[in-house]
């Protein structure tokens, strides 16, 4: 790898411009791309969760995109799992590993590695989530604070995945969440062998971006992909089902609400999710260092430059 570096991590919000720049990378360093966004990894959300196409996969190699049913509760873990491994298989081919993305707690994962939670039996999180379903995520949330309210009040009330999940500890283990995020290991990255940048728009730019990218996504047939979905009958509360515009675009094809309603709430669900992002990045990831979009190819090839030199 160039100068000891051993790969690119590229953060930012949503529709910051993030695909293009690690396209572009491959193609000038001969890299791959390996997601790291948690709605990205699902076969079913091409159109709304703006994956690559397959032009863009076609023209440099792309891994964990698509590649898990919507079924599936996919998590951080089982991300990191796959993570390590395309790590280790695009180094070996002698390419770069350029992994973007803008979920952080897939990128930390990715360089500190994960806590030593145990796994939970498949029958234990069938019956934790079947005793959830039709169920108000305050409720849930108020189950676990009487179980486990140290993990209670780290929480949203309203994020039933996480929720979900430490109720599934709590039910397997009888451990509360908290005893088991200690010591961490497995990273599949060192920071200091890594040029990490977050793209950082203009956020009047960026909010333009994100509604015109949801006004291209209908056009390209984002309505019919969500019926598609729709019709499997899938839990609510899964991640997939939670994708930004999902929610509200279900909601229209029952008659709850109007198309133009759904289309704002998508919009504005996505302009919220990109504040927080901003937010997440620059309290919890000082290793990425905020570049604008149209700055950071540059940037990056400068400090991979400097690196040669100075190894």
């Known amino acids: 790898m160039k100068g000891g570096i051993e790969a690119i991590l590229i953060a930012g919000p949503t529709a910051s411009g993030k695909s293009a720049l690690a396209i572009a990378l491959a193609r000038t360093l001969g890299g791959t791309v390996i997601n790291a966004d948690s709605m990205q990894v699902y076969a079913d959300l091409r159109i709304i969760t703006a994956r690559p196409t397959a032009e863009e996969e076609a023209q440099v190699p792309h891994l964990l995109f698509g590649h898990v049913d919507a079924a599936r509760l996919h998590s951080v873990a089982r991300w990191l799992d796959d993570a390590r491994a395309a790590v280790e298989a695009v180094r070996a081919e002698g390419r770069i590993p350029i992994v973007t993305g803008g979920t952080g707690l897939y990128f930390r994962a990715l360089t500190e590695g994960l806590s030593d939670v145990p796994r939970v ?6 019956r934790v989530r079947a005793s959830a379903q039709g169920r108000a995520v305050e409720d849930l949330h108020a189950e676990l604070a009487a179980k486990d309210p140290e993990t209670a009040a780290r929480l949203r009330p309203s994020d039933p995945q996480r929720i979900l999940r430490a109720l599934e500890v709590i039910e397997a ?10 010591p961490r290991s497995g990273r599949a ?4 062998r890594a040029v990490s940048v977050f793209l950082a728009p203009d956020r009047d730019v960026l909010r333009a971006r994100i509604d015109a990218r949801f006004d291209a996504m209908m056009r390209a047939g984002a309505l019919e992909e969500v019926r598609a979905l729709a019709a499997r009958g899938l839990d609510p509360a899964l991640p997939a089902m939670r994708a930004h515009g999902v929610p509200g675009l279900i909601s229209a094809l029952r008659g709850e609400i109007s198309m133009q309603e759904a289309v704002e709430r998508g919009k504005g669900d996505t302009r919220r999710y990109s504040k927080r992002q901003h937010t997440w990045f620059r309290h919890q990831a000082p290793d990425f260092v905020p570049a604008a979009p149209e700055e950071a190819e540059a940037r990056i090839l400068a400090r991979l430059a400097e690196s040669s030199v100075t190894a």
């Open 121 to 126: 039996p498949d029958d234990v999180r069938a």
């Open 189 to 192: 990255v060192d920071p200091a």
């Open 173 to 182: 283990t009888g451990k509360p969440l908290v005893s088991f995020q200690g």
